[in-house]
Every structure is written in C-alpha cells, then in structure tokens.
C-alpha cells in the first residue's frame, strides 16, 4: 500500500479494493445464477454489476441487523441458521431488483451458499496475490 503526497495511493487503493471486491461479487452472482435452479439474472453482465451491488447493499445495511434479531436461533442451530438469514437477504435483493429472479426460498438459500463460497475462494485467492 503506497501512501503519496495527500494521501492519494491511500483512496486508491481502497478504491482497487471496493473494485475488486464488487468484481468478485459479481462472479459468485453470475456462478449462482448458472448453477442454481430458479435463480436468473436477466440482462447480461451490466445487469449481473448491478445485482452484485445491489447484493452487497443490502447485505451491508439489514445484514448486520437481521443477523443480531436471529443470533439465538444461529446459536441453537449451531450457526446453520446463518444460511437461512443469507437466503433472505438475496430473496430481498430479488424483491428490490428485476433483473434477479428467484424461484423459491430454497433456491434463495442455495444461491447465497453458492454466491458466499464463490465469493471467499475468490477472495481469498485474489488476497494472496495482492499480498504475496
């Protein structure tokens, strides 16, 4: 991480990171979306940027509070619950968004445990190389 005059390389490379992250988020959509039955993303890869925002929108604003109203239950199921709270939470990205379609609940839970185990080998491979 390169500091320059102002504090510019700072921003950038945070800029680099956001980009990276959002890129990678919309790949595991687009996996979801080849792999899942009933999940469609309608339009092409500008569509598929656009869920992969809207996804990390809505997981950062009701993620943190859906997962703090549902942590007895995630505790009890020994955190299997998780999967259900992540189910929803692209269930309500497909509410907000036309080009994401979701066939049921269940293809909402396979398609958030596809999009978080695309999204963290990514995330992880793409780490090392930026590090190492």
Same mark, same amino acid.
């Given at each position: 991480?390169?500091?320059?005059?102002? =504090?510019? =390389?700072?921003?950038?490379?945070?800029?680099?990171?956001?980009?990276?992250?959002?890129?990678?988020?919309?790949?595991?959509?687009?996996?979801?979306?080849?792999?899942?039955?009933?999940?469609?993303?309608? =339009?092409?890869?500008?569509?598929?940027?656009?869920?992969?925002?809207?996804?990390?929108?809505?997981?950062?604003?009701?993620?943190?509070?859906?997962?703090?109203?549902?942590?007895?239950?995630?505790?009890?199921?020994?955190?299997?619950?998780?999967?259900?709270?992540?189910?929803?939470?692209? $269930?309500?990205?497909? =509410?907000?968004?036309?080009?994401?379609?979701?066939?049921?609940?269940?293809?909402?839970?396979?398609?958030?445990?596809?999009?978080?185990?695309?999204? $963290?080998?990514?995330?992880?491979?793409?780490?090392?190389?930026?590090?190492?």
């Amino acid at each position: 991480m390169g500091v320059t005059v102002g =504090g510019s =390389g700072i921003i950038t490379d945070m800029i680099t990171k956001l980009l990276v992250r959002w890129a990678v988020l919309a790949v595991a959509v687009a996996v979801a979306a080849a792999i899942v039955p009933g999940v469609t993303v309608h =339009g092409g890869v500008l569509a598929t940027l656009w869920v992969a925002a809207l996804v990390g929108l809505v997981n950062a604003v009701l993620g943190p509070i859906l997962r703090l109203l549902s942590l007895p239950f995630t505790l009890l199921t020994l955190g299997l619950f998780a999967l259900v709270v992540n189910g929803l939470l692209v $269930a309500i990205t497909a =509410g907000l968004s036309d080009k994401l379609d979701v066939g049921g609940f269940l293809s909402a839970i396979l398609a958030a445990l596809v999009i978080s185990l695309v999204s $963290a080998v990514l995330n992880r491979v793409l780490g090392k190389k930026r590090t190492g």
